[in-house]
């Protein structure tokens, strides 16, 4: 994890990460993409923050795709392989103000190049029954919210 200073460890805990098998890089500074680049040399996934350049953004990209990691931003990155945006969610649980959440729909738009090329809209329960992520809707060659679909 690079540049995400509030990444809540107890939380990720929780969820299941082995957080004694995360390398935690709060705040790089200047140091953001030399500092990436040797955790790709590595590691298998790389979480960072957006790039401050593009340039940053392409090198890092390649340095990815040669190592065969996957480096996942947690924000815009420019030509990303694959861009989920989470459109809207709705939590289920409280019963007439009262109760425990159990579960949060979202609403995700999928866009992408190459294998991605057409956008999807999918609905997923997080987490859904027994802690699993479940798929609850899916519609194929949905244009993306603010995106105009030609045709």
């Known amino acids: 994890m690079v540049g995400i200073p509030r990444l809540g460890l107890a939380a990720a805990s929780e969820l299941g990460v082995e957080v004694n098998r995360l390398a935690l890089v709060p705040r790089p500074g200047a140091d953001f993409a030399p500092v990436t680049a040797a955790l790709l040399d590595g590691l ?5 923050a957006s790039p401050e350049r593009t340039q940053e953004a392409r090198r890092l990209s390649a340095r990815a795709r040669h190592r065969g990691a996957v480096l996942l931003s947690f924000g815009p990155w420019p030509g990303a392989e694959v861009e989920l945006r989470c459109l809207s ?16 729909e979202v609403l995700v738009d999928v866009v992408g190049r190459g294998a991605v090329t057409r956008p999807s809209r999918t609905a997923l329960l997080l987490p859904g029954p027994g802690g699993v992520v479940r798929r609850v809707g899916h519609t194929e060659g949905v244009a993306p919210a603010g995106v105009v679909k030609a045709g």
């Open 44 to 48: 298998d996934l790389v979480a960072t």
């Open 89 to 104: 969610s709705r939590w289920t649980g409280l019963d007439h103000g009262h109760g425990y959440l159990r579960e949060r």
